[in-house]
């Protein structure tokens, strides 16, 4: 089971670590809404639970809680700017559907 991020999406949330003078990774989650189902949501971490699941990539520490880590074992982050919007972009082999805004997914 594991999370990775793109060396684009790891520079980013270095970036923003650093900005924020604080913190040991990224959170990544699931929560129950949308008009599929799911959707990922994202926190900076300052410590980990001893439930956590801890992935490491290019130098960032990744934090799944194990109910979600179900959902999305296997994703790829990645940090994609696309003419003046900017944001992450996840590939998960568990989605079987998305919502039509991109928002919310089902697995």
């Known amino acids: 089971m594991a999370i990775t991020m ?5 520079k ?5 670590l650093e900005g924020r003078g604080k913190g040991v990774g990224i959170r990544v989650g699931i929560t129950t809404t949308g008009c599929s189902g ?3 949501v994202l ?3 300052d ?14 520490k990744i934090v799944v809680d194990p ?3 179900l959902y999305i074992d296997g994703t790829e982050m ?5 003419g003046v919007n900017e944001g992450f972009e996840f590939r998960n082999p568990n989605v079987k559907g998305e919502c039509g805004c ?3 997914f089902s697995v």
């Open 6 to 10: 793109t060396e684009t999406a790891a």
């Open 12 to 16: 980013h949330v270095a970036n923003q």
């Open 38 to 40: 799911m959707a990922y």
């Open 43 to 45: 926190e900076f971490v």
């Open 47 to 60: 410590e980990a639970e001893p439930s956590d699941e801890v992935f490491e990539d290019h130098g960032i």
């Open 67 to 69: 109910k979600s880590l």
């Open 78 to 82: 990645d940090f994609v700017k696309v």
């Open 102 to 104: 991109g928002e919310s």
